[in-house]
Structures are given as C-alpha cells and as structure tokens.
C-alpha cells in the first residue's frame, strides 16, 4: 500500500509560482511511474507530467512543459511539480499518483493505483 500526501497548493496571482510536494510513503519510488494530474470543476482529471523512475525519464502533458517542471527525490520518496507564470486556467486540483502505467500510457488515469487526496491550486487575475 502507498499512501500520498500532496502539499504546497494554495492562492497566487497571475504569473506567479508555485511548488508542489507529494510525500509518499509504504514503498518507494523506484519501480513506479509517478506523475501530476490536475481537475478543474466541471472538467475530467488532466495529465500534467510525470518521471518514469526505472528508465529515469520524465513526460509531461500538451502545453505543459513550457511552465511546469516535475522532479522528484528518490531517497526522501518525494515528488515535486515546479509551476511558473501560471495562468488563471491552471486553477484546479492537483493530484499525485503512483502506478505502473504501460509505455504511452501516462496520461491515462485509470492506470494509476494511488492517489493523493489533492491540493488545491488558484490562480487569480
């Protein structure tokens, strides 16, 4: 069993930056893909990035990269999401996961088998 704690959310104005924790615990990272996904209200669960620990890669959503940036420390079994300029339609909730998703299929949700409760992200004009 993983059990994952998100943290870092909060309200920032337009531009502004913010960064994400995810502190995970029961197993580490190392045979798993850990990713970001976020929710708006009204909208399905949306890939944002993730690293793929066995092959020490990382992906990241359409648009994505540009501001975001997923890192993660193996040794503290901790995942970080550096989010810069951000926008107000970054507002949402961002979630951590854990899986074993198969080669292309990061973005899918339902190949993930934990999941943080969510911090709460608000991005004002």
């Known amino acids: 069993q993983v059990q994952l704690v998100e943290s870092g959310g909060g309200l920032v104005q337009a531009g502004g930056s913010l960064r994400l924790s995810c502190a995970a615990s029961g197993r580490t990272f190392s045979h798993y893909v850990v990713g970001w996904f976020r929710q708006a209200p009204g909208k399905e669960r949306e890939f944002v990035a993730c690293?793929?620990?066995?092959?020490?890669?990382?992906y990241y959503g359409d648009s994505m990269k540009d501001r975001f940036s997923i890192s993660g420390d193996n040794a503290k079994n901790t995942l970080y999401l550096q989010m810069n300029s951000l926008k107000p339609e970054d507002t949402a909730v961002y979630y951590c996961?854990?899986?074993?998703?198969?080669?292309?299929?990061?973005?899918?949700?339902?190949?993930?088998?934990?999941w943080g409760q969510g911090t709460q992200v608000t991005v004002s004009s």
């Open positions: 996961a854990v899986g074993r998703p198969p080669y292309g299929r990061w973005r899918y949700t339902n190949e993930y088998d934990y």
């Open positions: 690293i793929n620990w066995s092959v020490g890669l990382t």
